[in-house]
């Protein structure tokens, strides 16, 4: 299992700089809602990725299309990758830091909330021949 672990590792170092990504820090919305969408999309075509979040009826698609966009823009100026080979490899959402708040209660009590900031990265990859 540990060298398993250890080769997907040394796999990811050697892609990780010869792939194109974009990231999303710090946006307004709880990665447990944006993880819902990002299931949809993984290993999508980017257009037809780009296609089921225009039409998926949810707050995440419209910062999901724009980091998207972001990924492929920079696989096309940076990498030359035409964009109808890439496709979405890799695609997460990490929770940023929690904005703490209160809202006032009956009896002088306040309860928290929890306003959850997440980090959304998307890797995309060309289509192997």
Known sequence: MASRIRQKT????????????????????????VRV?????????????IAILENTPKAASEILIKVVNSAAANGEN???????DMYVADCYANEGPTLKRIQAVS????YRINKRTS???????AVKA
């Open 119 to 125: 980090h959304i990265t998307v890797v995309l990859d």
């Open 37 to 49: 969408v990002l299931a949809n999309i993984k290993g999508k075509p980017v257009n037809e990725a």
């Open 78 to 84: 940076n990498l030359n990758m035409a964009r109808s």
């Open 10 to 33: 040394d796999r990811r170092k050697q892609l990780a700089d010869s792939r194109p990504r974009a990231t999303a820090k710090f946006v307004r919305i709880s990665p447990y809602k």
């Open 107 to 110: 009896k002088g009590r306040a």
